[in-house]
Nanobody, 115 residues
Framework: QVQLVESGGGLVQSGGSLRLSCAAS????????MAWYRQAPGKERELVAR???????KYADSVNGRFTISRDNAKKMVSLQMNSLKAEDTAVYYC?????????WGQGTQVTVSP
């Protein structure tokens, strides 16, 4: 059974930092592309950052230069370091694992940035 469990969300002031983590189980983690998505109230879910099985990264323009995605295949974890947070970064952040037609989601973790 595939499980993705996020942690690290919370409340932070604008300009602050948070680090999200996602622990995976039930998959051969190293062959999956991993990503972080977010969904703000009233908005569609959007891609924040992705890291491929080979370690290539891609970021949304809105977070490029502020967020860093990384993975630890030995620990089956993917992390998102978020710096210089803004109020518009407030959302539920979801961990995503994808390989070919197989895709799984975590339950989400709330990030709230106060102005």
């Amino acid at each position: 059974q595939v499980q993705l469990v996020e942690s690290g969300g919370g409340l932070v002031q604008s300009g602050g930092s948070l680090r999200l983590s996602c622990a995976a189980s039930g998959i051969i983690f190293s062959v999956f592309d991993m990503a972080w998505y977010r969904q703000a109230p009233g908005k569609e879910r959007e891609l924040v950052a992705r890291i491929t099985d080979g370690g290539r990264t891609k970021y949304a323009d809105s977070v490029n230069g502020r967020f860093t995605i990384s993975r630890d295949n030995a620990k089956k974890m993917v992390s998102l370091q978020m710096n210089s947070l803004k109020a518009e970064d407030t959302a539920v952040y979801y961990c995503n694992a994808r390989r070919l037609v197989l895709e799984r989601w975590g339950q989400g973790t709330q990030v709230t940035v106060s102005p």
